[in-house]
């Protein structure tokens, strides 16, 4: 499963076979959400799950501090982000923005939240997971160069480079990890 050898990248070596794309390559989605209007009551206080940046502080989010109703949804820009979708924290207050989680639940999301979903023909969302989840530090500096207000935009993180085995062995990597999520998710209910 692994090369023997390395080849030139634009990251530098890297192992023979693998490849170097971009994050939009890589997803079939990457989109933020909204917010319904918290001066109507009638949009809050529902069944429905809705993710703020500040919930990025777990690694695999099954619940959400805040619920609303199928009119909010109506009603505001928020968007559905499916369970197995990657979201990252685009804004926030001190160590927020940046960080990135796992959605293990449907959830829809505020506008400070960009969620993301792998294309499943060259990627799988727990390899992208935790491709991205390493690069807290990375989507910091690019956030603070291009804003006074230090925040990740769709459009910056589209370009990013991702580098991407063979799908052989993201198959072979789910393999092994998925029943370890599993696990983590179970213990999180």
Avoid: M
């Amino acid at each position: 499963l692994f090369p023997d050898s390395f080849e030139e990248s634009a990251l530098g070596l890297i192992p023979k076979g693998w490849r170097v794309g971009t994050l939009s390559e890589s997803c079939q989605s990457i989109y933020s959400g909204g917010t319904p209007s918290t001066k109507n009551l009638e949009y809050w206080n529902g069944k429905i799950p809705w993710l703020s940046s500040g919930e990025t502080k777990s690694k695999f989010i099954d619940i959400t501090d805040k619920k609303i109703t199928s009119l909010g949804v109506e009603k505001s820009s928020t968007r559905l982000a499916k369970s197995g979708s990657i979201v990252i924290a685009s804004a926030g207050q001190g160590n927020t923005r940046g960080q990135t989680s796992f959605l293990v639940i449907d959830s829809y999301i505020n506008q400070s939240v960009i969620a993301l979903r792998a294309n499943p023909d060259i990627i799988s969302e727990l390899y992208l997971f935790f491709n991205l989840s390493r690069r807290y530090e990375e989507f910091r500096q690019i956030s603070d160069s291009h804003s006074s207000r230090g925040s990740l935009t769709t459009k910056l993180l589209a370009p990013l480079d991702v580098l991407t085995p063979s799908t052989k062995l993201v198959s072979v990597f789910d393999y092994i990890v998925q029943p370890i999520i599993n696990k983590i998710c179970h213990n999180l209910s």
